[in-house]
């Protein structure tokens, strides 16, 4: 199992910005997610820039394991299906990308 | 009407993260940059759903940093909550500096809104080289 060391080694560098992502459209999306969203922390949208920022390097990493696969360098939509399909975790991101999934490498195991 | 693309997370943000964790040589396609986008957005949508559900249990109005979380484990992300609630810790930790800075010196406390992709930050850059026929180790929680 991944050391919580080696995530917190990115995230954690003693200050909290600069973020990769805006937090004002975080802040957005978290309050369209839902009519019971009222009101949020300040530090919610923060917290979500880095979980966003590791959610987007995994399932970019699942991705190019798809791509190199097929021995190409370009990382495509469909290898991005194919490692939502491939991956339980990410089962809520099935519809999302179901128009670009190619037939499925390894069908999953009912469970 | 509503921009789509102001529904969801900026795609210039978005493939910049990408690269960080690509090898240099890798290319990436835009609609895989789109696909992403729509990802990472609705990784948002769902896991606040699910904290902003907790805290209408509790009787709570405001979804906060523990909420969320609480929700990224809930949902499975677990390595993730660890290392967020670590990271939580120490910006609630910074804040609390700041803000004692802050009385010192009258508030000119300036909105902390990062709305563009900024220049080099710190984190330190994660290029990996990701070795063709390796599992991945990295990110293993998959039941």
Known sequence: MRQAGTYSGMVISGKTGPHLLPLARIKKIMKKSGEEVKMISGESPIVFSKACELFIKELTQRSWMVTIKGKTRTLSKEDVASAVLATDLFDFLLNLVSQSAPAPLHPKPPN | ?143
């Not at chain 2, 992300?77 to 939580?88: C, E, M, P, Q, S």
């Not at chain 2, 800075?101 to 220049?119: T, Y």
Request: aromatic content about 4%.
């Open chain 2, 1 to 143: 009407m509503v921009d789509e693309q102001e529904r969801l997370l900026p795609i210039a943000n978005v493939g910049r993260i990408m690269k960080q964790i690509l090898p240099p040589s890798a290319k990436v396609s835009k609609e895989a940059k789109q696909t992403m986008q729509e990802c990472a957005t609705e990784f948002i949508s769902f896991v606040t759903g699910e904290a902003s559900d907790k805290c209408r249990k509790e009787n709570r109005k405001t979804v906060n940093g523990d909420d969320i979380c609480w929700a990224l484990g809930a949902l499975g992300f677990d390595n993730h909550a660890d290392a967020i609630v670590r990271y939580l810790h120490k910006f609630r930790v910074a804040e609390r500096d700041k803000a004692a800075q802050n009385k010192a010196s009258c508030s000119r406390n300036s909105q902390d809104k990062d709305e563009e992709e900024s220049s080099e930050d710190q984190q330190p850059h994660q290029q990996a080289d990701v070795p063709s026929n390796s599992k991945l180790q990295v990110l293993e929680f998959s039941h």
